[in-house]
């Protein structure tokens, strides 16, 4: 499996990554040599095999509905790059 | 005091040998010394050290005091720490100051443990030579022109170099084993879901464990103690009783089983790291156990499915650091997908963006099938190989990495031959089981790791093993030179 | 050409937790911005989510007022996509294995059609936050008190054929998850938001046209004008000669007119995957059925009941089963004046119009259903009549008070003493020669509709209070004495 530049590019905004134009053919290398080690999984027979997600099989641990977190905002907020009025601001939103 | 064990440290406290100030100063006074060589911290907390110290002090004076009480630690630079800068090793987070503890920052905290920094480590823990750190590399004090292992690479260097009787680590795929093999120290990564991940910034949340980097088996003991058990803020930390880790430590290991996978023993093993492994397997023959061959054939799948599993969660986990809410944004941006582009692609290094890319690929619509349901299916079988062999034998023996420490530079501009020096550690991350790595031996003046694997929730078994090994040897005591 | 359409739903509910699907802070609504975001809703690096049971349970009710197959394992996964109300870059929903298999609701439109709605799925997911678009030197700003507000989106098949049946349909799904007491139902607060798929097809094809989808609708009426004037958009190109593009369309009501969201149109790929930070979901029969029997009469059963019970006709008892509240309200009503009739015309009358007027919920109501039922009463036993209750009602509602205290002090009794009443006969009689004479010339049988001049007077002077029945025996027996 090779990727090319276009694919690189493409992964990139999905990802939101501004990549510099010079470093995309050492991305597209590195990406393509890194999924040849992976397509090596393809040889693996796993038919009717279950993925496993979490190593124990656990199962979700429920939590009462109760209010356990008070207005923390002052202190959350100080280390925002921009805030207004309680706001987090950020460059215009368009719909 | 430097060479002294956490387990001896304590002993001096309660004995009044010397105060916790006495021993905090005098760490913080060796960190200010020698870390410019060494580079293993992001940021010493001296002031609030010291605080801690006193109010260490006074808890001994006032006979409240804990096992934990008073002891100087340092904590990888991806646990939370309230009002400290919690970097991850990144210009992302360069300018964080968490506004809360991460769950074993907090025990620690409350156990009456002493802070005395951050560790490097290899940036968002990508990384198995601490060289991806936004803050640069943490060196090897065996040889400073060597890596230490990563991506807990700061926390291994704070602990060989004597700059931390003990630190707190994270493994996703070996970044506690790798760096304690690398730097001749003892690492516990261990079972998925016994310690909190709360706090802990994701690096791949079904494959990170934190857990303890110290001279000793017993020391390891002692810190697990402290940050082992439930968390209700960590759906998948699990309810379960926790031991005394310390209190088996001396159980004997007459009929203990050992199983020597082949797969670990082929031709990428360099051939001095599988001498000095089989002659500390011959060490425990001589304790009583019994050694023999197992196989764990899907070996090799493990790192083809862990560099599909980890950067595809991870591109998930980074997505939150967008630049809106903390953390770098950029200069002006133009609008709102130019700051997300810059902010993310300014703030996060080389070796992430990578791996972010590896694993938005691999989710991608039409590609999720091949890559990351495989790869979970190959988890299957590589947990099931464990299952299996570990129904014959007690523990599992082998080299913690292929080779000893490579140079600085050496790897950088070759991803894939990075990844595999994590052959031999994914597999317990993808299966998540428990590991240690244990000094066993050096090679060429630089130290060899002997990993020992064990079932589920078997981390008494496993330290106990190690606390017998280091009984009969003293590979553990071995300092690097000068130091 | 006979044009069908084709319309299916996407239902948002937002469940009445008291706190966030994944976190311990509150969801009221209405507080300063940003302080009901706790470190989780922020996104904050380390933290991890933890399920709230209460979502579940409101889920699994859900499931079972529509008949659903409750889904005994349940999967959360991530939708990844960057958006600046979204804090982790995803948001965490269930696609592959939802809380809330197919299930079924029974509709019909106020012109009588009636139909079966296949629902696909309903899944559990959580809110996003808001960004607000006030001016701050060309910036927006970003309010995560909503982030992480639970959610089920309901799903519907394509089966839907008109616009009046969407909103029959939306105004069910309303009815059902008020009734279950799991939603607020407040639209106007986005308690409740509807997407709407929609396309035509000529009369007979079985193949679906293209469809858009009408994002964001909040309300029942604007559900129909959407549609309506998304219809008439598509026809009117396809007849020209135009097609469909599949595409998210906004309705803007002021224009009654939908027009497309383009900049929402970057081709995206959400990459789900399995959430590694939650677990499966895993419920069995006994915490099923342990729900069922917590369940609410449903508004279906609640209707058939009152047309049973009360006697009331389809449509009344469907108007007031659609609201539990409602429903609750009249039945305390019925019960405490005995007249099933009565109290249905009184609450769906006089009530519902001051409710109506002031913009008021049932449960803010300040008559109560006890006062209501009190003033009723007093309409049965002869108290008072019908118009003089309106009076006590108005005051009841201004003013406060039980109907017998608001007779009293106003002195609205209705006079049933025969012989003041007699008394006010005769004066009346005395002062109207004219209408005496006339009344003896007619005919005996014509003789009957006369009284209502006198019956006037008689109101008249008593103030609307003497009791009509007893009047009229009164007046007759009296002037029928003049006649011999």
């Not at chain 2, 870390?35 to 808890?59: C, G, L, P």
């Not at chain 2, 591109?315 to 997908?337: A, H, I, M, Q, T």
């Not at chain 2, 991803?415 to 066993?440: F, K, Q, R, W």
């Not at chain 3, 007031?320 to 609750?328: K, T, W």
């Amino acid at each position: 499996m090779s990727l090319d530049r276009s694919d690189v590019e493409r992964i990139a905004h999905l990802a939101r990554l501004q990549i510099d134009e010079n470093d995309i053919p050492a991305y597209t290398e590195n990406l393509s040599s890194i999924l040849n080690l992976v397509d090596q999984m393809q040889q693996a027979d796993t038919e009717n095999v279950a993925p496993l997600a979490n190593p124990l099989d656990a199962v979700q641990r429920l939590r009462a509905d109760d209010v356990t977190e008070t207005d923390q905002r002052e202190q959350l907020q100080s280390v925002a790059p921009a805030v207004e009025e309680g706001l987090f601001l950020v460059p215009k939103v368009i719909e | 005091m430097f060479d002294k064990t956490l387990a001896e440290l304590a002993a001096g406290l309660q004995k009044g040998e010397f105060s916790s100030t006495e021993l905090t100063g005098a760490w913080l006074e060796r960190i200010k010394a020698e870390d410019s060589k060494y580079n293993s911290y992001i940021t010493v907390t001296e002031e609030q050290a010291m605080a801690e110290a006193r109010a260490a002090d006074a808890a001994i004076a006032a006979g409240t005091a804990g096992p934990f009480t008073g002891l100087p630690i340092a904590h990888k630079d991806l646990f939370c720490t309230k009002g400290v800068r919690t970097s991850c090793g990144s210009k992302m987070l360069d300018n964080f100051i968490s506004p809360y503890d991460a769950t074993v920052v907090a025990r620690f905290r409350q156990a009456g443990a002493v802070m005395l920094g951050k560790t490097n480590m290899d940036e968002f823990a990508m990384g198995s030579s601490n060289e991806s750190s936004y803050y640069g590399p943490a060196r090897n004090p065996w040889d400073p022109e060597r890596v230490p292992g990563g991506s807990s690479g700061g926390s291994g260097v704070a602990v060989a170099a004597r700059l931390a009787p003990a630190a707190t680590g994270s493994d996703t795929g070996g970044s506690i084993r790798q760096p304690a093999a690398l730097c001749g120290i003892t690492g516990l990564k261990p079972t998925y879901g016994r310690v909190s991940r709360y706090g802990m910034v994701a690096f791949a949340s079904s494959l990170d464990q934190g857990g303890p980097m110290a001279h000793t088996a017993e020391d390891c003991a002692m810190m697990l103690n402290v940050m082992a058990g439930f968390d209700p803020m960590d759906s998948t930390c699990l309810d379960r009783e926790v031991p005394d880790y310390t209190a088996t430590l001396n159980e004997p290991l007459q009929g203990l089983k050992i199983g020597l996978p082949k797969e670990y023993f082929s031709a990428t093993l360099d051939p001095q790291i599988a001498e000095r492994v089989h002659a500390a397997v011959a060490e425990f023959e001589k304790l009583g156990a019994t050694v023999k061959e197992v196989s764990l054939p899907n070996t090799e799948l493990c790192i083809p499915a862990y560099y599909i599993i980890a950067p595809a969660e991870a591109s998930s986990n980074l997505s939150r650091f967008d630049g809106v809410r903390y953390g770098y944004r950029c200069d002006n941006p133009k609008d709102l997908e130019d700051m997300y582009k810059r902010s993310r692609g300014e703030g996060f290094g080389a070796e992430v963006k990578r791996r972010i890319m590896v694993g938005t690929y691999a989710l991608c619509a039409g590609y999720y099938d091949a890559y990351y349901n495989k790869a979970q299916q190959i988890r299957r079988l590589i947990q099931q190989d464990f299952i299996r062999v570990l129904e014959e034998v007690d523990v599992i023996m082998g080299p913690t990495t292929p080779h000893p420490a490579f140079r600085i530079g050496e790897k950088s501009n070759d991803p894939v031959s990075m990844y595999m020096e994590d052959i031999y550690t994914l597999s317990l991350n993808l299966a998540g089981l428990p590991g240690m790595s244990v000094p066993c031996g050096q090679v060429d003046g630089l130290p060899v790791g002997l990993q020992i694997i064990g079932n589920y929730f078997a981390e008494a078994k496993l330290l106990n093993v190690a606390h017998r090994f280091q009984q009969a040897t003293d590979w553990h005591k071995q300092a690097p030179a000068g130091i | 050409m006979e044009w069908e359409v084709v319309i299916g739903l996407e239902i948002h509910v937002q469940l009445s937790t008291k706190t966030k699907i994944f976190s311990g802070a509150s969801t009221a609504f209405g507080a300063a911005p940003n302080t009901q975001a706790c470190a989780v809703d922020l996104a904050l690096p380390g933290t991890l989510p933890v399920f709230n049971e209460n979502a579940l349970r409101m889920a699994v009710m859900f499931g079972l007022a529509v008949n659903a197959e409750i889904g005994k394992r349940s999967v959360f996964e991530r939708k990844n996509y960057f958006y600046p109300d979204l804090p982790k870059g995803y948001q965490t929903t269930q696609l592959a294995e939802p809380i809330v298999g197919p299930g079924f609701v029974d509709i019909e439109t106020d012109d009588g059609v009636q139909r079966r709605v296949r629902i696909h799925h309903a899944h559990l997911e959580e809110d996003a936050g808001k960004s607000l678009h006030e001016d701050f030197h060309g910036m927006s700003g970003i309010d995560l008190n909503r982030a992480g507000t639970p959610l089920i989106e309901i799903v519907s098949e394509p089966d839907m054929r008109s616009a009046k049946e969407a909103a029959a349909y939306a105004r069910k799904i309303h009815a059902i998850v008020t009734t279950l007491g799991i939603c607020d139902g407040n639209m106007a607060e986005g308690s409740m938001r509807c997407d709407c798929n929609v396309s035509v097809r000529p009369k007979g094809e079985e193949k679906l046209g293209t469809r858009t989808e009408l994002k964001n609708i909040n309300s029942f009426r604007f559900i129909e004008r959407a549609i309506d004037s998304e219809v008439a958009r598509q026809i009117d190109l396809i007849e020209d000669g135009g097609s469909v593009v599949q595409e998210t369309r906004l309705y803007d009501p002021e224009r009654n007119e939908t027009r497309s969201m383009r900049s929402k149109e970057d081709a995206n790929d959400y990459r789900y995957f399995p959430c590694p930070d939650l677990l499966p979901v895993v419920i069995d029969d006994s915490y099923i059925e342990a729900i069922r029997t917590t369940l609410p009469e449903l508004p279906d059963a609640r209707r058939d009941r009152f047309m049973n019970e009360y006697s009331l006709s389809e449509y009344d008892a469907g108007v007031l089963s659609a609201y539990r509240p409602q429903a609750d309200y009249y039945e305390q009503v019925a019960g405490a004046c005995g007249d099933a009739k009565l109290a249905a015309n009184w609450v769906m009358g006089e009530l519902a119009k001051y409710l109506n007027q002031h913009d008021t919920d049932i449960t803010q109501s300040p008559v109560s259903a006890a006062q209501l039922g009190g003033l009723l009463l007093r309409i049965k036993d002869n108290t008072i009549s019908g118009n003089i209750a309106k009076k006590v009602f108005e005051l009841m509602w201004s003013e406060g008070g039980s109907a017998d205290e608001i007779i009293e002090a106003q002195g609205l009794k209705q006079v049933t003493d025969t012989g003041e009443i007699e008394k006010i006969v005769d004066e009346v009689i005395a002062r109207s020669d004219k209408q005496v004479e006339q009344y003896k010339a007619a005919e005996p049988e014509k003789r009957g509709k006369m009284l209502g001049f006198f019956m006037g007077q008689v109101m008249k002077a008593t103030g609307g209070k003497a009791n009509p029945g007893a009047v009229n025996g009164i007046l007759k027996q009296k002037l029928d004495a003049l006649c011999d």
